[in-house]
Protein backbone atom coordinates (compact mmCIF):
# COMPACT_ATOMS: atom_id res chain seq x y z
CA UNK A 1 0.00 0.00 0.00
CA UNK A 2 1.55 3.33 -0.70
CA UNK A 3 1.96 6.20 1.28
CA UNK A 4 0.32 9.53 1.12
CA UNK A 5 2.11 12.50 1.17
CA UNK A 6 0.14 13.68 3.78
CA UNK A 7 0.86 10.39 5.88
CA UNK A 8 4.46 10.63 5.99
CA UNK A 9 6.54 11.76 8.75
CA UNK A 10 8.93 14.25 8.56
CA UNK A 11 12.53 14.35 9.21
CA UNK A 12 14.33 17.59 9.65
CA UNK A 13 17.60 18.47 9.38
CA UNK A 14 19.27 21.17 10.52
CA UNK A 15 22.39 22.47 7.52
CA UNK A 16 25.21 24.72 7.91
CA UNK A 17 28.43 25.06 5.63
CA UNK A 18 30.13 22.63 8.59
CA UNK A 19 31.45 19.43 8.30
CA UNK A 20 29.21 18.65 11.17
CA UNK A 21 26.14 19.85 9.54
CA UNK A 22 27.28 16.95 6.17
CA UNK A 23 27.87 14.51 8.64
CA UNK A 24 24.33 14.77 10.17
CA UNK A 25 22.85 14.87 6.66
CA UNK A 26 24.75 12.12 5.34
CA UNK A 27 24.30 9.90 8.35
CA UNK A 28 20.47 10.38 7.81
CA UNK A 29 20.60 9.70 4.34
CA UNK A 30 22.50 6.55 5.16
CA UNK A 31 20.59 5.10 8.26
CA UNK A 32 17.04 6.42 8.11
CA UNK A 33 16.56 6.93 4.57
CA UNK A 34 18.55 4.23 2.34
CA UNK A 35 16.98 3.07 -0.95
CA UNK A 36 16.26 -0.42 0.76
CA UNK A 37 14.06 0.86 3.54
CA UNK A 38 10.72 1.89 3.17
CA UNK A 39 9.92 5.65 2.52
CA UNK A 40 8.06 6.60 4.92
CA UNK A 41 9.51 10.41 5.31
CA UNK A 42 9.44 13.61 4.17
CA UNK A 43 13.17 15.20 4.64
CA UNK A 44 13.21 18.96 5.34
CA UNK A 45 16.25 20.36 5.30
CA UNK A 46 16.29 24.20 7.49
CA UNK A 47 18.67 26.85 6.84
CA UNK A 48 19.06 29.37 9.32
CA UNK A 49 20.24 32.41 7.71
CA UNK A 50 22.27 34.88 10.09
CA UNK A 51 20.58 38.62 9.62
CA UNK A 52 22.04 40.75 8.27
CA UNK A 53 22.29 43.41 11.34
CA UNK A 54 23.80 39.98 13.19
CA UNK A 55 26.34 39.96 10.28
CA UNK A 56 27.73 43.42 10.57
CA UNK A 57 27.68 44.72 14.10
CA UNK A 58 27.47 48.31 14.90
CA UNK A 59 27.89 50.00 11.44
CA UNK A 60 28.05 53.92 11.54
CA UNK A 61 27.92 56.01 8.24
CA UNK A 62 28.14 54.68 4.97
CA UNK A 63 25.80 51.72 5.85
CA UNK A 64 23.35 52.05 3.24
CA UNK A 65 26.43 50.93 1.09
CA UNK A 66 27.55 48.13 3.38
CA UNK A 67 24.05 46.50 3.98
CA UNK A 68 22.98 45.99 0.44
CA UNK A 69 26.39 44.15 -0.49
CA UNK A 70 26.18 41.93 3.12
CA UNK A 71 22.46 41.05 1.99
CA UNK A 72 23.86 39.53 -1.10
CA UNK A 73 26.49 37.65 0.31
CA UNK A 74 24.49 35.89 2.96
CA UNK A 75 21.91 35.21 0.17
CA UNK A 76 24.60 33.12 -2.28
CA UNK A 77 25.86 31.42 0.96
CA UNK A 78 22.37 30.21 1.56
CA UNK A 79 21.74 28.97 -1.98
CA UNK A 80 24.90 27.08 -2.51
CA UNK A 81 24.85 25.55 1.38
CA UNK A 82 21.10 24.31 0.38
CA UNK A 83 21.63 23.72 -3.23
CA UNK A 84 25.08 21.62 -1.86
CA UNK A 85 22.77 19.10 0.51
CA UNK A 86 19.94 18.98 -1.84
CA UNK A 87 22.65 17.20 -4.43
CA UNK A 88 24.12 15.32 -1.50
CA UNK A 89 20.27 13.64 -0.93
CA UNK A 90 19.84 13.04 -4.84
CA UNK A 91 22.60 11.51 -5.32
CA UNK A 92 21.96 9.19 -1.98
CA UNK A 93 18.07 8.85 -4.36
CA UNK A 94 16.23 10.94 -1.66
CA UNK A 95 14.29 12.85 -3.71
CA UNK A 96 11.64 13.54 -1.51
CA UNK A 97 13.48 16.97 -0.09
CA UNK A 98 12.63 20.26 0.42
CA UNK A 99 14.45 23.10 1.60
CA UNK A 100 13.18 26.03 3.96
CA UNK A 101 15.79 29.05 4.69
CA UNK A 102 14.66 31.11 7.71
CA UNK A 103 16.46 33.89 8.95
CA UNK A 104 17.44 33.85 12.84
CA UNK A 105 19.18 32.10 15.76
CA UNK A 106 19.40 28.59 14.41
CA UNK A 107 18.34 27.45 17.90
CA UNK A 108 15.47 29.30 17.41
CA UNK A 109 14.95 28.60 13.85
CA UNK A 110 15.50 24.95 14.69
CA UNK A 111 12.79 24.84 17.24
CA UNK A 112 10.15 26.93 15.19
CA UNK A 113 10.82 24.85 11.96
CA UNK A 114 9.90 21.55 14.17
CA UNK A 115 6.65 23.59 14.59
CA UNK A 116 6.01 24.70 11.33
CA UNK A 117 6.35 21.49 9.54
CA UNK A 118 4.92 18.82 12.32
CA UNK A 119 8.26 17.24 12.37
CA UNK A 120 8.58 14.02 14.33
CA UNK A 121 11.96 14.11 14.33
CA UNK A 122 15.03 16.52 14.28
CA UNK A 123 18.62 15.63 13.08
CA UNK A 124 21.46 18.06 14.25
CA UNK A 125 25.22 17.83 13.79
CA UNK A 126 27.50 18.31 16.77
CA UNK A 127 30.44 20.34 17.25
CA UNK A 128 31.85 18.12 19.71
CA UNK A 129 33.06 21.12 22.24
CA UNK A 130 33.48 20.38 25.80
CA UNK A 131 31.25 21.70 28.71
CA UNK A 132 33.11 25.02 29.16
CA UNK A 133 32.88 26.24 25.29
CA UNK A 134 29.25 25.05 24.99
CA UNK A 135 28.37 26.90 28.45
CA UNK A 136 30.17 30.20 26.68
CA UNK A 137 29.17 29.94 22.88
CA UNK A 138 26.19 27.53 23.51
CA UNK A 139 25.05 24.36 21.87
CA UNK A 140 22.27 24.47 19.19
CA UNK A 141 21.95 20.86 19.82
CA UNK A 142 21.66 21.08 23.63
CA UNK A 143 19.36 23.70 22.88
CA UNK A 144 16.98 21.72 20.58
CA UNK A 145 17.37 18.30 22.70
CA UNK A 146 15.60 20.62 25.82
CA UNK A 147 13.01 22.23 23.64
CA UNK A 148 12.50 20.66 20.02
CA UNK A 149 9.12 19.28 20.48
CA UNK A 150 10.18 15.94 18.72
CA UNK A 151 12.55 13.70 18.78
CA UNK A 152 16.22 14.84 18.55
CA UNK A 153 19.13 13.19 17.30
CA UNK A 154 22.54 14.77 17.50
CA UNK A 155 24.93 13.34 15.13
CA UNK A 156 28.43 13.61 16.13
CA UNK A 157 31.64 13.47 13.66
CA UNK A 158 32.76 10.23 13.87
CA UNK A 159 36.47 9.44 15.28
CA UNK A 160 38.80 8.34 12.72
CA UNK A 161 40.84 4.80 14.07
CA UNK A 162 44.74 5.28 13.55
Known sequence: MATTESEKQVILIGIDDSDFSTNAL????????????????????????????ASVGFVGPGASEVLPI????????????????????HKKSVNDVSV?????????????????HHASMLVVGSHG?????????????DYCAHHAHCTVMIVKKPKHKH
Open 100 to 116: DVMEGDPRIVLCDAVEK
Open 129 to 141: YGALKRAVLGSVS
Open 26 to 53: LWTLDHLLSPTLNHNFKLVLVYARPSVS
Open 70 to 89: VEADLRRIAAKVTENAIDLC
